[in-house]
């Protein structure tokens, strides 16, 4: 099946820094979505993004499908930005009929 | 509009004993999975559903699990008998129809098992 590797596994930063979250797999997608899980366990919805680049306020993401990687940007961060950011994919290829995750990059933000 | 609901959100049992969950998807989502998430892992599909229909079932553990979407909205995951190593956190999700994998897929809160 497809395989999901993401970096940073663990990323400490000071509130108002910038960072850059990487997600790369192995195969072809028709879906790529950025998720973030808060302490409580909620995955949130950041972006579906299987091509091209999107923004939503201080947070944006890039995919690249030709060169099978996607790029989480988080601007001017924030403590509540803390938390499990995941990569997921959904291998076109005829893979798991579901969405395929990486391991997720644990965020921390300190005031 | 409201998001994808579960039920109970934590449960402790006893191992041997059974346990269901329960979840109902975004009105109007005709696909409906369930995940399992352990502890520093990312989420891994169990099952999924294209209304009423089991369309890929072949990560579920048989053996133990169950699942069922009976008229094509709520769903329920049976475990009996449950063992330590099912403490988990079980995800649903769901999506409009799945041609393709392309659409967004929207998840619940989960609900957190121990197995003691």
Request: hydrophobic share 30%.
């Given at each position: 099946g497809i395989q999901v590797e993401q970096s940073p596994p663990d990323l400490i930063l000071q509130e108002g820094a910038n960072s850059t979250l990487r997600c790369n797999f192995s195969d072809s997608v028709n879906n790529l979505q950025w998720f973030h899980q808060n302490p409580w366990g909620q995955l949130i919805n950041l972006f579906y993004i299987p091509s091209g680049t999107k923004q939503n306020g201080r947070l944006s993401a890039t995919t690249v499908a030709t060169e099978r990687y996607s790029l989480l940007y988080i601007s001017s961060?924030?403590?509540?930005?803390s938390g499990v950011y995941f990569c997921a994919v959904y291998d076109s290829?005829?893979?798991?009929?579901g969405l395929t995750f990486g391991k997720g990059t644990h965020l921390i933000i300190q005031p | 509009e409201a998001g994808v609901v579960q039920s109970p959100r934590y449960k402790i049992i006893e191992k041997k004993q059974p346990v269901a969950f329960w979840c109902n998807p975004i009105s109007g989502h005709n696909t409906l999975y369930w995940y399992r998430q352990n502890l520093g892992q990312g989420p891994e599909l169990l099952i999924r559903y294209e209304n009423e229909e089991a369309?890929?079932?072949?990560?579920?553990?048989k053996d133990r699990f169950s699942a069922e979407r009976l008229k094509g909205v709520d769903s329920t995951l049976k475990i009996?008998?449950?063992?330590?190593?099912?403490s988990a956190v079980y995800l649903c999700a769901s999506s409009l129809r799945s041609w393709g994998g392309g659409h967004e897929q929207f998840f619940g809160p989960g609900t957190r098992l121990t197995v003691l």
């Amino acid at each position: 099946g497809i395989q999901v590797e993401q970096s940073p596994p663990d990323l400490i930063l000071q509130e108002g820094a910038n960072s850059t979250l990487r997600c790369n797999f192995s195969d072809s997608v028709n879906n790529l979505q950025w998720f973030h899980q808060n302490p409580w366990g909620q995955l949130i919805n950041l972006f579906y993004i299987p091509s091209g680049t999107k923004q939503n306020g201080r947070l944006s993401a890039t995919t690249v499908a030709t060169e099978r990687y996607s790029l989480l940007y988080i601007s001017s961060s924030q403590t509540t930005d803390s938390g499990v950011y995941f990569c997921a994919v959904y291998d076109s290829g005829g893979g798991a009929d579901g969405l395929t995750f990486g391991k997720g990059t644990h965020l921390i933000i300190q005031p | 509009e409201a998001g994808v609901v579960q039920s109970p959100r934590y449960k402790i049992i006893e191992k041997k004993q059974p346990v269901a969950f329960w979840c109902n998807p975004i009105s109007g989502h005709n696909t409906l999975y369930w995940y399992r998430q352990n502890l520093g892992q990312g989420p891994e599909l169990l099952i999924r559903y294209e209304n009423e229909e089991a369309v890929d079932d072949s990560q579920l553990p048989k053996d133990r699990f169950s699942a069922e979407r009976l008229k094509g909205v709520d769903s329920t995951l049976k475990i009996q008998p449950a063992e330590l190593g099912d403490s988990a956190v079980y995800l649903c999700a769901s999506s409009l129809r799945s041609w393709g994998g392309g659409h967004e897929q929207f998840f619940g809160p989960g609900t957190r098992l121990t197995v003691l």
